[in-house]
């Protein structure tokens, strides 16, 4: 999966960066009956090995068993949950398919608990809201259309240099 992140505006023409993670860059952390591979952020005493601009928790679980998983994230922070290979109940009611996302409330307080069949897999990003205006076209996110009209400009004219991978080991 590859994960483009918006960026405060403050930092939005800062000089661009890509980092190339490998495998065994990810710390397991064992969650029920699933285990986790912490891609960013902090998670059951592991820091993931990604550099976030801003706060963030990012992993995804695979279900070696059936059974459940229970995890707390902050509260006020944004949390999405997907489903990338088979199918889950996630706080005891709604059911997930392959495919399929769910969003929680900001203000959920307490534990998320999913729980899903042997094999089942998920996505789970988290992060603390911007609170700041989404414009976005193609591969470009900013604040306002004159600002996406910039940028586009800017690519097409090679303004935007060249990415070079840094690897990062943790």
Partial sequence: IQLWVNLPARDKMSTPGYQL???????????GSAQARLIAGALGGAQGPA?????????????????KVEFELDQGTTTLLV??????QVQAGQDLAAGQLVVFDRNTQGAIRLAASEGARALVLNGQPLHEPVVARGPFVMN???????????????????????????
Avoid: C, W
């Fill in 51 to 67: 550099h976030t601009h801003t706060a963030m928790t990012i992993f995804d679980l695979e279900f070696s068993e059936n059974g």
């Fill in 83 to 88: 489903m990338l290979r088979g199918d889950a």
């Fill in 144 to 170: 306002t259309k004159e600002e996406i009209v910039e940028a586009m400009r800017d690519y097409r004219q090679g303004k935007m240099g060249r990415l070079q991978p840094q690897e990062r080991s943790g």
């Fill in 21 to 31: 993670l490998k495998a065994e860059s990810f710390p397991d952390v064992e969650l």
